[in-house]
């Protein structure tokens, strides 16, 4: 049996979520309360070490402890319908808009709401988010690579429906968490980028 | 005909040229060289207008900038040896190793190196690098992140001739690739990442 660790209000699992409703597949799930610190307790640190959720855990008790992997996990045993690519071509746009919203959009708003937001200034997990100061001029960095982000995805959007062409994938998964993460940015969406964020938070794997 | 940009010293394009190497493949190939700033040039931008390298024109004129995308598309169009997995179960690992080795690993030497080398104080590329300042709190950091991630590593080539099994693997290549790149960080290699520095710096593929 697969079981899935989860945690509800957490940008990373809902990549997962919206994955599996969009394969329409059901997981046994465990949800976390990041905010009581369950991630953090000795039943889940056995099962994962590095304390981070989503952790899928195979029939074999191997786990998979990022939401990226998991979600190739389930490409590969739930081919239908693809969602990261029908061909080497697809394959490739899927996987370099991954990386590029992971950078610019998804790394930019940990680091916009690590150097800004009070709540984060008074955390500090020594090996884990670090010791070091807030830094303001690293969030204003973080919002000029959202900005450029999103200015290349409205060129693509402008053509296209999603964001690598006509079907939804796992590119748009990224992006959409993404924005959703990175709200508190405030950086304006360019008009395609908001047709499509109006379109693909509608759809009902976004609620999942 | 596809056609391959390549920068010769940069961490990037060295991730594809092993990546072909493993496979038997021979791309036509154009090298920039990023210390004349050729990256820049009008008949580059228009290839690739991020002006970073690899980039991979396809076919049908259509680029791939990003180098682990290449690497995605060369997996598809010849799966043999596989690099990215047999099975969903390597598939997922050989994912998460590669995240946590861009995290920890790569984007931590590029982290250290932005923030500790005198040549990148200098150079300061508005929207590209950003105009803040060097935080050396941010360079320990980075040591931090890659002191665990050789951790990890180190307790899984304990146990395996690679960081996912018996088999070499893209991860390896990302670890590879990560520690060159952060060689300047002068953390200490565990004993088995020794041993399997080692021996994946001895495969001809390494010296492509």
């Known amino acids: 049996m697969l079981h899935l660790y989860d945690a509800p209000r957490a940008p990373s699992p809902r990549r997962v979520r919206i994955f599996l409703a969009e394969k329409g597949i059901t997981v046994p799930t465990t949800a976390l309360d990041l905010g009581k610190g369950e991630q953090f307790s000795a039943e889940y640190r056995a099962i994962n070490p590095g304390c981070t959720l989503p952790a899928l855990v195979l029939p074999d008790g191997r786990v998979i402890a990022n939401s990226h992997a998991i979600c190739r996990y389930f490409e590969g045993t739930h081919p239908e319908p693809p969602l990261m690519g029908r061909d080497p071509v697809e394959q490739a746009q899927i996987e370099q808009w991954t ?3 992971e950078e ?23 090996g884990v ?47 959409l968490i993404a924005l959703d993460f990175g709200k508190r940015m405030e950086v304006e969406r360019p008009a395609h980028v908001q047709r499509w964020y109006v379109e693909v938070s509608a759809r009902p794997s976004a609620q999942a």
């Open 129 to 175: 988010r670090g010791g070091f100061p807030q830094i303001a001029a690293l969030g204003d960095h973080a919002k000029r690579l959202l900005t450029r982000l999103l200015a290349s995805a409205d060129t693509q959007l402008s053509a296209h429906r999603f964001l690598t062409g006509e079907t939804f994938t796992m590119a748009d998964i990224a992006l």
């Open 99 to 101: 990386h590029q919203i």
């Open 104 to 126: 610019q959009g998804y790394q930019a708003a940990a680091t916009f709401l690590r150097h800004t937001r009070p709540a984060f200034a008074e955390r500090s997990i020594p």
